[in-house]
C-alpha cells in the first residue's frame, strides 16, 4: 500500500483519494489572488480547511499562473513562513509549501512545513532536490514544459503522454539518486502547465496510464482555464466544472487531489468511492 512519511506521521493512500487544499498567500494568483494576502485572514482559510476534511495544506507564496511575475526568495519567504509558523501546532495536517526554490523549501520546512510541491519537477532549481532528500520530505514532481512566464506559448507534443511520463520517469530517477526516499515521491501530470485545453482534457481521461510510474498521482484541475473554456465562465464561477473534473480524476485513479473547495471536493470522494467500491452481484 501506497503512502506518505511526514516528520509527524505516515498518510496513507488506501485507494480514497485525499485531499489538498490550496492556499496563495500572493497578491496576484489566478483564482484566489488577494484573497488571503493578509496574514489573519489566510490564517482563518487554513483552518476552515482543515476544518472541511483537506488532508494536506499547500501554501504558496508566487503565483504560477501563466505569465506571472518571479517573486525573490527572500519576499516569498516573508509571505509564507510566518504563516506556517502560526499553525503549527493549530492545524493536525501536514503543511506543504508550493515552491520550485531550494531557499524557499529550507525555510519553510524548517519553520513547520513538512512536503513540497515543486511546479518543476527539480529542473528551475538545482539545489532543491538536495534541500528535500537532506531533509526526509515527501516532494511532488510536476510535469511543466517552461517557466510560467512562458509555458503557454504554443505548447506541441507529438505524444503527449508518452513525454509527459519520460519528464516524470527522469525526475522520478533524479530525486532517488539524490536520496529522496522512493516512498516519498507523488508525481503530477501538470494540469494548465504547458498545456492546451485539448491536453487537459486527454490527461484526465487517461490518468490511469501514470500509474505505470509507481508514484501515487496528483492532479490540480481547480477552476483552471480548461473549465473556463468549456463553460465560457470566469475562475469565480468554475465550481461545477471543477468538481466534474475531479470526479473523473477520481475515478480514473488520483490519489490526491489538489483543489480550492476542500468541503465540495469531499462530497465528490465520497459519492465515487462509494460507487467504485459496489461490489458485482
Given amino acids: 500500500m501506497k503512502h506518505l512519511i511526514f516528520k509527524n506521521q505516515v498518510l496513507e493512500l488506501n485507494g480514497i483519494p485525499r485531499i489538498m487544499g490550496i492556499l496563495n498567500v500572493t497578491p496576484d494568483s489566478f483564482y484566489d489572488g488577494g484573497r488571503y494576502f493578509d496574514r489573519s485572514q489566510a490564517r482563518d482559510q487554513a483552518l476552515r480547511m482543515a476544518d472541511e476534511g483537506a488532508d494536506i495544506l499547500d501554501i ?15 519576499e516569498e519567504i516573508q509571505r509564507v513562513v510566518p504563516l506556517i509558523e502560526s499553525l503549527v501546532g493549530k492545524i493536525s495536517i501536514p503543511i506543504s509549501i508550493d515552491t520550485y526554490k531550494a531557499q524557499v523549501a529550507r525555510a519553510s520546512l524548517a519553520a513547520g512545513a513538512e512536503m513540497v510541491n515543486d511546479i518543476s519537477g527539480l529542473t528551475f532549481d538545482p539545489e532543491l532536490v538536495s534541500v528535500v532528500a537532506e531533509l526526509g520530505a515527501p516532494v511532488v514532481l510536476m510535469h511543466t514544459i517552461g517557466r510560467p512566464q512562458v509555458m503557454q506559448g504554443n505548447p506541441v507534443y507529438r505524444d503527449l503522454i508518452k513525454e509527459i511520463k519520460e519528464f516524470l520517469a527522469g525526475a522520478i530517477q533524479k530525486a532517488e539518486r539524490s536520496g529522496v526516499k522512493p516512498e516519498n515521491i507523488i508525481v503530477d501530470p501538470g494540469i494548465g502547465f504547458g498545456k492546451t485545453l485539448e491536453h487537459n482534457l486527454e490527461i484526465i481521461n487517461r490518468l490511469a496510464d501514470f500509474q505505470d510510474l509507481g508514484k501515487p498521482v496528483m492532479i490540480g484541475p481547480s477552476r483552471k482555464s480548461f473549465i473556463g473554456r468549456i463553460l465560457d465562465e470566469p ?11 475531479v470526479a473523473i480524476a477520481a475515478w480514473n485513479g488520483a490519489e490526491i487531489l489538489r483543489v480550492h473547495d476542500v468541503r465540495e471536493t469531499r462530497k465528490v470522494v465520497r459519492i465515487v468511492t462509494a460507487i467504485k467500491n459496489v461490489k458485482s452481484q
Fill in 60 to 74: 504558496g507564496g508566487e503565483s504560477t499562473r501563466p505569465g506571472a511575475e518571479v517573486v525573490s526568495p527572500e
Fill in 235 to 245: 475562475a469565480g464561477e468554475r465550481l461545477e466544472g471543477t468538481l466534474a473534473a
